[in-house]
């Protein structure tokens, strides 16, 4: 079975800038793992690149054994992204949106797909109002059901967690544990490290556009990769 993700000598720059510098690492299908790094690292770009919104200056990326530049289509259905932008229309309701996303990914039997989701994410009481009237946390939801729709087989998360509360953290990671027993891989940013390590097998650590570390991490970890997060960041900063 091919690697949900690969990347391999992944470079990309912004003008003289290097914001990647020659990084390789694969995502084995059904794996979790972390991106961590000081701020400027690179991170966003590596989710970026994987997610085909960017184009690498040097290197390849290949989804699932595709080559994104030969077969985006294919590639694209079988990732999914949450990051900084919900990528929700605001005058639509949450079931609308929902609805139009079902039918760009051609879920089979997308109604009760819907449905499924917005009970799973709690959004049952806010299905029918507008985006624009919901909150942070409500619409971070209704992100999170948007890209579990067409059971991706990876998701590219870039701080999932910002603007929610313990209940809907809880549940968010619920979600994602579930996703992850259901074979999906998940490549994930967060600051939050306590439900990194917890949700995580794995870390890739980022420096200066560099991959400096790749191991293996556990719940307990968290506070020996805030201090290294801590030194890296020391060192760049240098």
């Given at each position: 079975?091919?690697?949900?993700?690969?990347?391999?000598?992944?470079?990309?720059?912004?003008?003289?800038?290097?914001?990647?510098?020659?990084?390789?690492?694969?995502?084995?299908?059904?794996?979790?793992?972390?991106?961590?790094?000081?701020?400027?690292?690179?991170?966003?770009?590596?989710?970026?690149?994987?997610?085909?919104?960017?184009?690498?200056?040097?290197?390849?990326?290949?989804?699932?054994?595709?080559?994104?530049?030969?077969?985006?289509?294919?590639?694209r259905r079988r990732?999914?992204?949450?990051?900084?932008?919900?990528?929700?229309?605001?005058?639509?309701?949450?079931?609308?949106?929902?609805?139009?996303?079902?039918?760009?990914?051609?879920?089979?039997?997308?109604?009760?797909?819907?449905?499924?989701?917005?009970?799973?994410?709690?959004?049952?009481?806010?299905?029918?109002?507008?985006?624009?009237t919901l909150s942070?946390?409500?619409?971070?939801?209704?992100?999170?059901?948007?890209?579990?729709?067409?059971?991706?087989?990876?998701?590219?998360?870039?701080?999932?967690?910002?603007?929610?509360?313990?209940?809907?953290?809880?549940?968010?990671?619920?979600?994602?544990?579930?996703?992850?027993?259901?074979?999906?891989?998940?490549?994930?940013?967060?600051?939050?490290?306590?439900?990194?390590?917890?949700?995580?097998?794995?870390?890739?650590?980022?420096?200066?556009?560099?991959?400096?570390?790749?191991?293996?991490?556990?719940?307990?970890?968290?506070?020996?990769?805030?201090?290294?997060?801590?030194?890296?960041?020391?060192?760049?900063?240098?």
């Amino acid at each position: 079975m091919p690697a949900a993700l690969e990347v391999d000598h992944l470079t990309k720059r912004f003008g003289r800038t290097p914001a990647l510098d020659n990084v390789s690492a694969a995502i084995d299908a059904g794996a979790a793992v972390l991106l961590l790094g000081p701020n400027g690292a690179g991170k966003t770009t590596l989710l970026r690149c994987a997610a085909t919104l960017l184009k690498p200056s040097r290197g390849r990326v290949r989804i699932a054994g595709l080559d994104p530049v030969t077969d985006g289509a294919a590639a694209r259905r079988r990732l999914a992204v949450l990051g900084h932008e919900s990528f929700l229309y605001a005058d639509l309701t949450a079931a609308e949106n929902l609805a139009f996303y079902a039918r760009l990914y051609r879920v089979t039997d997308a109604v009760a797909r819907v449905e499924t989701l917005l009970d799973r994410l709690g959004l049952r009481g806010w299905a029918h109002r507008p985006v624009r009237t919901l909150s942070r946390g409500l619409v971070q939801r209704c992100a999170v059901a948007r890209v579990l729709l067409h059971d991706p087989s990876l998701l590219l998360l870039d701080e999932p967690f910002t603007g929610l509360d313990a209940d809907a953290r809880a549940l968010l990671c619920s979600v994602l544990r579930e996703a992850h027993a259901h074979g999906t891989a998940v490549l994930m940013s967060t600051h939050e490290l306590a439900l990194g390590t917890a949700l995580c097998q794995r870390a890739l650590i980022l420096a200066g556009g560099r991959l400096v570390w790749d191991g293996p991490v556990g719940p307990g970890d968290a506070d020996r990769l805030d201090g290294e997060l801590r030194r890296l960041s020391g060192r760049v900063a240098a």
